[in-house]
Structures are given as C-alpha cells and as structure tokens.
C-alpha cells in the first residue's frame, strides 16, 4: 500500500505506455497517485484523467517556472477551479531562483494568489522551492500569520532551517527519488529528523528516477525503491513506513477517498 504522492501523468512521457504503466503501479501496491498541475491552462486534460480512473486525483496551480504567463491570475482563478470534487490540493506553486525561467517579482505574486486560495479553500499547499529558501519561509511566516493554512514542501531537497519551518507550521515535507542519490547524504540526515506522522513520498514522474532506476524516465510504481530507502533512513520496517506515509496523504489531502487502499 503506497500512495504516489506527487506525479504529473498528463505529461507526453507516458502516452505510449499509460496502461502498462498503470499496471506497474498496480503491481508495486501504489493505490493512489496526486496527478498535480502545473499550468492552469491544460486543468482540463488533469481532469479527464482523474475523471477517468478513480485512484487518480489532481491539484490546481501554476509552477514558478509557468508565473510570467499567469501575471495577472487571482486567488479566485484558482478557487473557482478547485470546485471539482477530484481537485485537491493548489500547486504546485512556489519560487524557482534556480533557473530563475519567470522574473522574481512575478513568481512571489502568484505565489501568494495561490496561499490565498489555500487559506480560502481549506485545500493543501503543493510547494516547489529552489535556491529560495529564505523568501520562502518569509512569505510563508507572512501570509501563515494573517490566516492559517495547510501544505507540504514537495520533492524536499533544501535546508534543514527550512525543513523545521515547515514542521512548525504544521507542513509535510515529502521524500522523491533523490534521497537514493549517493551524493544525497546531507539530505538523508535531514529526513532522519523528520517525524514519521509529517512524512510523504512521491516520485515527481517522469523526473528524478530513483536508484537503481536513475537515468530512466521516472513513474508511479518507483515510488517503491523511494519509500524502501526512507523506511532504511527512518530505521523501520518497510510496511510501517507504507502505512505512515499513505495515511499522512490522506489526512492531508482530505478531499480524496482512501477508498483505492482496497478497491483499485
């Protein structure tokens, strides 16, 4: 039993081999998969396919990388949206001074657009943050303030002084195939820290393949090889660490059913 926390499945990578790829997932006990948008804009194509297949859930948002196409977008943009009873989350979201692909000024802007539809919604908050740590937690800390809400800190790979931020204000921090990665030391020690009831795990398909699938096209059924290195990380056994992380899925998104922990 896994659930696949974080995945964008409406990406051309898997349109030869949707089906098999389905099956694989299924055969690696995933249950559940977060399809999460990146782009406003193709919201409809995310739709059909959680529409389609029951396990299947999706999120409204637009990805840092995609803000200087969304200047003007409000919070209400994505409030509307996120009516559908199979959006459950807002994001993925956040700041990328990394690649730095949209101005700075522009990414904060519809950032906090999509806090706000957070708070406003009661749905989690899907965060991307790359070489952005500090604005980050301080528009977090800002906005947290004014009105609380929920999150998780998707594909983690920064600071612990981000880590135990997100801890205390309540987020999940979630684990992707680069905890796998021999040069990923530091970040393991972070994960080590984490508690067990604040953990996720995701693969972040078709990106970031997991040892000792590194170097291939990323897909639901590795989240395995993830959830296997965090239990070894954690020092428990592999099914506890299942149960923990689907369970903390389900209490965080809480518009999607368990019901794919027995019914797939």
Same mark, same amino acid.
Request: net charge negative.
């Given at each position: 039993m896994l659930v696949d926390s974080h995945c964008h499945l409406t990406y051309d990578d898997f349109e030869e081999d949707f089906e098999e790829m389905i099956e694989r997932a299924k055969e690696n006990?995933?249950?559940?998969?977060?399809?999460?948008?990146?782009n406003i804009g193709e919201i409809s194509a995310q739709l059909e396919m959680a529409e389609k297949y029951p396990f299947i859930y999706t999120s409204v948002g637009v990805h840092p990388h995609n803000a200087?196409?969304?200047?003007?977008? $409000?919070?209400?943009? &994505?409030?509307?949206?996120a009516q559908h009873k199979k959006i459950v989350g807002?994001?993925?979201?956040? %700041?990328?001074?990394?690649?730095?692909?949209?101005?700075?000024?522009?990414?904060?802007?519809?950032?906090?657009?999509?806090?706000k539809a957070a708070q406003e919604t009661g749905l989690p908050l899907i965060i991307?943050?790359?070489?952005?740590?500090?604005?980050?937690?301080?528009?977090?800390?800002?906005m947290y303030?004014?009105?609380?809400?929920?999150?998780e800190i998707h594909c983690f790979s920064s600071s612990k002084k981000l880590a135990d931020f997100a801890l205390s204000i309540g987020f999940y921090i979630s684990a992707s195939g680069i905890i796998t990665f021999n040069?990923?030391?530091d970040l393991r020690d972070i994960f080590a820290d984490v508690p067990l009831e604040?953990?996720?795990?995701? $693969?972040?398909?078709? &990106?970031?393949?997991?040892?000792?699938?590194?170097?291939?096209?990323?897909?639901?059924?590795?989240? %395995?090889?993830?959830?296997?290195?965090?239990?070894q990380i954690k020092g428990i056994s592999f099914d506890k660490l299942a149960e923990a992380t689907s369970d903390n899925f389900y209490?965080?998104?809480?518009?999607?059913?368990?019901?794919?922990?027995y019914e797939y």
């Amino acid at each position: 039993m896994l659930v696949d926390s974080h995945c964008h499945l409406t990406y051309d990578d898997f349109e030869e081999d949707f089906e098999e790829m389905i099956e694989r997932a299924k055969e690696n006990g995933v249950t559940t998969m977060l399809n999460v948008g990146n782009n406003i804009g193709e919201i409809s194509a995310q739709l059909e396919m959680a529409e389609k297949y029951p396990f299947i859930y999706t999120s409204v948002g637009v990805h840092p990388h995609n803000a200087e196409e969304y200047p003007n977008i $409000t919070a209400q943009d &994505f409030i509307e949206a996120a009516q559908h009873k199979k959006i459950v989350g807002i994001g993925e979201c956040g %700041l990328d001074y990394y690649y730095d692909y949209s101005p700075r000024d522009v990414q904060i802007k519809v950032f906090k657009e999509q806090i706000k539809a957070a708070q406003e919604t009661g749905l989690p908050l899907i965060i991307h943050t790359r070489d952005a740590d500090e604005d980050t937690i301080n528009i977090l800390d800002e906005m947290y303030k004014q009105k609380p809400f929920l999150g998780e800190i998707h594909c983690f790979s920064s600071s612990k002084k981000l880590a135990d931020f997100a801890l205390s204000i309540g987020f999940y921090i979630s684990a992707s195939g680069i905890i796998t990665f021999n040069k990923s030391g530091d970040l393991r020690d972070i994960f080590a820290d984490v508690p067990l009831e604040r953990l996720l795990v995701e $693969t972040d398909s078709p &990106f970031l393949a997991p040892v000792p699938q590194r170097g291939h096209r990323n897909e639901p059924s590795y989240v %395995l090889h993830t959830a296997e290195k965090l239990a070894q990380i954690k020092g428990i056994s592999f099914d506890k660490l299942a149960e923990a992380t689907s369970d903390n899925f389900y209490k965080l998104f809480r518009k999607a059913s368990d019901k794919g922990r027995y019914e797939y």
